[in-house]
């Protein structure tokens, strides 16, 4: 039942032996022998391996997708700072290694030269360019109209700052991470891509031409982008809460499935931002007239876009309730924003990273997916993990063969999220974060580690249900508590005890074998910290 990762050598040497035996061609035996931790172990590790390899060690710059001549993205940055900071909590690299990388690429957006040229500059006024040379570190020319970006600049901003709190020794290269991640932040001249009369964030800016007439307003992944704006002392926004107040006077609230939430139809918009920052329990304005927080809202986008697949009105191949996921990502016909509901682009291409970077707001329908895939679908995967997408409506039958920085991000930080929480808890703790949300006019803002967490023991769907041979049980528990999970036949009768001892908060799972048992419908019962909750099961043999 322990989640982290370090306490379980031997899946990790499990997961690296099947990456091996992936990327040489005997996929199909090795997938017979792992199961769901494994399966995430290995999504994992393969992931880290994308963030390590597919970088340029002198610069510490990250190829956008892994290709030859690719340029850095530096969102993919940000992904990847935290995902060696991920690396080095499961053994897949040491502390020093990854703290020369880490080092290496602060030195490198910390010395690159910023200006308003339109070439050899790496940013201007703190921010950064979307892409850049993988070699000079400086604005990608072979690309027309490559923007000064304050989204990509935020989520670069969120992997550094992140590696602040996770690197926070007192050896040299340590403290010198930690004031370079202070400078970096506070060099950001946020008022400069402020709209001056809706206080919104613009989306960029040009050396040829100045500002994108486009401002961040409306649910999207620039939430992260606000808060890391709001949390600034040195450059402030002008009117912070009235930032805040204009970037979600842009929410369009729909029901669908029986669903209600703010609605962005590609899932990444429900995923980046939560990636850091922990918004269980918390609520903004917006979210407090609706009696729900941000968290539930994804929630409920992940299960609503589960439902409309199932339903699949526009008929695509493949589609079920263990094969699913839209959002932003490669396609037969190129990159595209792919979501669903509403029908986005919806061509029947599906993207792993969709439902796996949803793994902490629903595991019960999450991880079946992931776990679906590596068993049935070896072409999908290679060294990194599962490619970018895949489309079985496409004659023939479409494989990426590409993986993606951004699309590789949520799958190594939300399922580490799911297992430890360790993400989140660095995160939730900068005083930078806590001050931002406080400027956002959130309440339940805990300030303590961890964040806020669930306020009473929850026992989620079985999966899957009905089953012929096990199944498995997720529950969130609110604190460190007793727990008892047990199972019961429809006389009251017990016929297993899965879990009986203290656990820690947060995400925890058991499997309830069914051999020997008759078919028909059992309770299972979870019962913590005066809380019990039930969920029905049905056995066929």
């Not at 600049?153 to 370079?180: N, Y």
């Not at 402020?194 to 992944?221: D, F, N, V």
Request: net charge negative; hydrophobic share 40%.
């Amino acid at each position: 039942m322990n989640r982290i990762p370090h306490q379980r050598p031997l899946h990790r040497v499990i997961a690296f032996a099947v990456l091996l035996a992936a990327s040489v061609g005997f996929a199909t035996a090795a997938r017979a022998a792992i199961g769901v931790e494994e399966v995430q172990d290995s999504l994992q590790a393969s992931a880290f391996r994308y963030f390590w390899y597919q970088a340029n060690p002198a610069n510490g710059l990250i190829r956008d997708r892994s290709q030859v001549g690719s340029p850095c993205s530096v969102a993919a940055v940000g992904f990847g700072l935290t995902a060696i900071c991920i690396g080095v909590d499961h053994g897949y690299v040491s502390r020093a290694d990854a703290r020369a990388r880490v080092l290496t690429t602060l030195q490198t957006f910390w010395n690159g030269p910023q200006g308003p040229d339109i070439n050899g500059m790496i940013g201007y006024h703190g921010f950064f360019y979307h892409f850049l040379d993988m070699s000079t570190a400086t604005r990608f020319t072979t690309w027309s109209n490559v923007e000064l970006s304050t989204i990509d600049t935020g989520l670069l901003l969120a992997g550094i700052m992140d590696a602040k709190q996770f690197f926070d020794t007192s050896d040299p290269d340590e403290v010198q991470i930690r004031t370079l991640a202070d400078q970096i932040y506070q060099r950001v001249d946020w008022p400069f891509l402020q709209a001056g009369t809706s206080k919104r964030i613009l989306h960029g800016w040009l050396p040829e031409s100045g500002y994108l007439p486009y401002e961040w307003t409306g649910y999207c992944e620039a939430m992260i982008l606000y808060l890391l704006a709001l949390g600034s002392d040195s450059h402030p926004l002008a009117s912070p809460l009235s930032a805040w107040t204009s970037w979600a006077g842009g929410y369009s609230w729909q029901t669908w499935y029986g669903y209600s939430y703010v609605n962005f139809p590609p899932l990444f918009g429900h995923q980046y931002s939560h990636c850091w920052v922990d918004f269980r329990g918390m609520q903004d304005a917006s979210m407090r007239n609706r009696g729900i927080d941000y968290f539930i809202n994804s929630q409920r986008a992940t299960r609503a876009q589960q439902a409309y697949c199932v339903a699949n009105p526009s008929g695509r191949v493949g589609y079920a309730a263990n094969q699913w996921g839209l959002t932003a990502g490669d396609g037969p016909g190129g990159y595209n924003a792919r979501g669903a509901p509403p029908a986005q682009n919806d061509d029947g291409t599906i993207a792993p990273t969709a439902a796996i970077g949803s793994i902490p707001f629903a595991p019960d329908i999450c991880i079946p997916v992931a776990q679906n895939l590596y068993d049935n679908y070896p072409l999908l995967w290679g060294p990194y993990g599962f490619k970018d997408g895949f489309n079985l409506t496409s004659n023939p039958d479409w494989y990426d063969t590409d993986w993606l920085g951004i699309d590789e991000g949520p799958i190594i930080i939300m399922i580490e999220n799911y297992r430890t929480q360790k993400v989140w808890k660095r995160f939730m703790n900068l005083p930078e974060i806590q001050l931002a949300l406080v400027r956002a006019g959130f309440t339940g803002v805990t300030g303590v580690e961890g964040g806020a967490i669930a306020r009473k023991a929850e026992l989620r769907p079985a999966a899957p249900n009905p089953f012929s041979t096990e199944t498995t049980l997720y529950y969130e528990l609110p604190r460190e508590a007793p727990v008892r999970l047990r199972v019961f036949d429809v006389t009251g009768r017990e016929v297993a005890l899965l879990v009986d001892t203290v656990q820690s908060a947060g995400f925890h799972h058991a499997t309830f074998a069914a051999r020997g048992l008759q078919s028909g419908v059992y309770r299972a019962r979870l019962e913590c910290a005066g809380t019990i909750a039930e969920r029905t099961i049905v056995h066929l043999r």
